[in-house]
């Protein structure tokens, strides 16, 4: 069930779990996203497909220095049909059902040090996959079980589906970006957010900080915590020139509307301050 009428399904709001199985198959050579109308009708704790066969998403609610915000998780089906979970956020049992429909959980993934706190909800209900944290969880959270910290090159797991860079240098902020090579999909934790006058479930005292204090309203930018200072501005360059060289047309952030136009130029225009400088 893909295409026109999974896009039928979308828009009239049927839950995304229904039409997400696919029970073998074979991958098709290009991909479309198939989320055109960002994540406005999509409930909380539901899982949506972003792109046929390949990646699907779903958004969890957040609170953060008691503003709600609303994080993403998004899961990856790897070549060999295993999934890779990047960012776990809370795990219903609705969601645990529509995710083994998908495939066998393989791989966890907490990309950044701000998001690492529901990997264990999936290590309790996938005991078998392999954790793997961002360099920095290891000291903030030194009881969370892991198998290998995340570097700049890809472990061997995903080595040649989905590329990496470890983007350090920030005072408060570290994460590992990745770039999932057959669809095109850059996947970023904090290194952007994209919150504005579209964007579902915003509060008012997010609108307020957004608009008033971080001028991000409508305009994408890194998170405010790597606005509040760096201590490497280099490595930060190296790494988003990195990132600027894969091959990709869309992003999938963790807060705020995916970008599924001209991604290559809005993250540019997002991070043009770091990458301008001397
Ligand atoms: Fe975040």
Not at 79 to 105: C, K, M, R, T, Y
Not at 131 to 142: H, Q, V
Not at 149 to 164: C, E, M, V, Y
Not at 184 to 213: A, C, M, Q, Y
Request: proline share 8%; net charge neutral.
């Amino acid at each position: 069930m893909f295409g026109d009428e999974l896009e039928k399904r979308l828009v009239a709001g049927i839950p995304a779990q229904r039409y997400c199985h696919i029970a073998g198959g074979s991958v098709p050579s290009t991909y479309t996203p198939i989320v055109p109308i960002s994540n406005k009708t999509l409930p909380m704790l539901e899982l949506a497909c972003f792109v046929e066969q390949r990646i699907w998403f779903y958004n969890y609610p957040v609170r953060f220095f008691l503003m709600d915000i609303s994080a993403r998780t998004t899961i990856i089906r790897l070549d060999d049909g295993g999934l890779w979970v990047h960012s776990p956020g809370p795990l219903s049992p609705e969601l645990v059902s529509a995710l083994n429909a998908l495939g066998p959980v393989r791989y966890l993934v907490a990309p950044g040090n701000f998001h690492y706190l529901h990997v264990r909800d999936f290590q309790k209900a996938y005991p078998n996959a392999v954790t793997f944290l961002c360099p920095g969880i290891d000291k903030k959270a030194p009881n969370l079980p892991f198998h290998e910290l995340l570097g700049h090159t890809a472990p061997k797991a995903w080595r040649g589906q989905i590329d990496q860079v470890h983007v350090r240098g920030a005072k408060h902020m570290t994460e590992v970006a990745f770039c999932h090579r057959d669809t095109k999909t850059l996947i970023l934790t904090d290194l952007i957010e994209n919150i504005g006058s579209d964007t579902p479930d915003v509060d008012w005292k997010l609108r307020f900080w957004w608009k008033r204090i971080f001028h991000m309203w409508n305009t994408p930018k890194p998170a405010p915590e790597y606005q509040l200072g760096t201590q490497d501005r280099d490595a930060i360059r190296a790494a988003l020139q990195q990132i600027l060289s894969w091959d990709f047309d869309r992003i999938m952030l963790a807060h705020g509307d995916l970008i599924l136009d001209d991604a290559k130029e809005i993250a540019c225009q997002a991070w043009s301050q770091v990458l301008s400088d001397p």
